[in-house]
């Protein structure tokens, strides 16, 4: 009886690692999909691996595109057929113990050169979408005075705006 239990708590155990492979493997599949359709500037690919309501933040402070927004923002570059080109080259993803949430940080190869990559995804009637998506430029820290230095003047513009606007 009691090598019973053992076995059977064994396979649990890798039952549930298995189903986390599998969603960690379909989450790399969609985020790569997803990326490879901006690539190919297929429109309905690129928005179909989003939720509905999917977040998009560009490396300008201004850029927090709701899904509506960001579809029309960026329609004319998909219908010109050429969108932008990222390729991961490193991603870590993080599963939620519920199997329904998921968040991921990657480092990608753009025309920017590198960039991280952040988000959320979840899971929508047993298929992983993009809910919220963060694209950052990766600054070397010995260069963060001359960059600071270089975007200053735009940066205090903003944030006397937004200070404004918050008050």
């Known amino acids: 009886m009691k090598h ?5 708590a064994v396979l649990l155990m890798v039952n549930t690692v298995l189903a986390q ?5 379909k989450i790399n599949k969609v985020l790569d999909n997803w990326h490879m359709a901006a690539a190919n500037a297929d429109f309905e690919a690129y928005f179909g691996n989003m939720t509905k309501e999917g ?7 201004m850029e927090n595109w ?3 927004e960001f579809r029309e923002f960026s329609k004319p570059y998909f219908d010109k057929g050429k969108a932008w080109n990222f390729t991961t080259v490193q991603r ?6 519920s199997g329904n949430l998921a968040w991921f940080d990657e480092l990608l190869d753009t025309q ?3 960039c991280r990559g952040s988000g959320v995804l979840k899971k929508e009637n047993g298929q992983w979408k993009i809910a919220h998506y963060v694209l950052s430029i990766a600054v070397p820290n010995e260069y963060v005075d001359e960059l600071v230095q270089i975007k200053e003047e735009k940066d205090n ?3 006397e705006e937004l200070k404004k606007n918050r008050q």
Request: glycine share 4%; charged share 20%.
């Open 4 to 8: 019973k239990i053992i076995i059977i």
């Open 21 to 25: 492979t599998s969603d960690e493997q």
């Open 55 to 61: 977040v998009f933040l560009g490396t300008d402070a």
């Open 66 to 68: 709701q899904n509506t």
């Open 92 to 97: 870590n993803v993080y599963l939620d113990d």
């Open 112 to 114: 920017m050169k590198i």
């Open 157 to 159: 513009a903003i944030l």
